[in-house]
């Protein structure tokens, strides 16, 4: 490991233990997702996390989205959803700015991760209801806009700690 990526990993520890979304971005090929996998490996090591991977692409749904997010949940009462007792989810979407955007704008799953953030739930899709969501963090990783990835709107990016990893320099990049 790198003194960038071992700063990044301690970082991105502190903050899943006080239950902070973490957001990663930087350039292709930096480590983002390696910082972040690594990190939900240890912690998942501990025995007090369970680690879910999303990976995001341009076909992404909001539906598949929900689907995959509520299929690791479990159900503690009708209307609420959460961790296996004892313990913590902490959920690593990657490359969350790569969904298409809609006709007026909005990326569906990337709003449905908003809504979850500003809401801690979502909507039941058949019976329509509001399931809430309990002992769940978000860590995220991006690329900048361009190339088929598309800027991450303000709503959802003020529940994030933004950390941004620089490229790697010569004498990294040679040992």
């Known amino acids: 490991p790198t003194p960038t990526t071992v700063q990044y990993s301690y970082l991105l520890e502190k903050y899943t233990a006080r239950s902070r979304s973490v957001l990663f971005t930087g350039t292709t090929g930096v480590g983002k997702s390696v910082i972040a996998r690594e990190c939900l490996n240890s912690l998942e090591a501990n025995g007090q996390t369970v680690p879910i991977t999303l990976n995001f692409s341009?076909?992404?749904?909001?539906?598949?989205?929900?689907a995959i997010f509520e299929g690791k949940l479990e159900k503690r009462r009708k209307t609420l959803l959460g961790a296996p007792p004892g313990k913590k989810i902490v959920i690593f979407v990657d490359d969350v700015?790569?969904?298409?955007l809609e006709t007026y704008g909005a990326?569906?799953?990337?709003e449905l991760l908003r809504q979850f953030q500003d809401f801690k739930g979502f909507y039941d899709r058949d019976k329509l209801y509001w399931k809430g969501i309990e002992d769940v963090t978000l860590i995220a990783a991006c690329a900048p806009p361009g190339g088929g990835r598309n800027p991450i709107t303000p709503?959802?990016?003020?529940?994030?700690?933004m950390l941004s990893l620089p490229s790697p320099n010569e004498k990294t990049l040679k040992s």
């Open 107 to 110: 990326s569906p799953p990337v």
């Open 155 to 161: 709503r959802l990016l003020r529940h994030f700690a």
């Open 58 to 66: 341009a076909q992404t749904t909001s539906k598949r989205t929900q």
């Open 97 to 100: 700015n790569m969904p298409k």
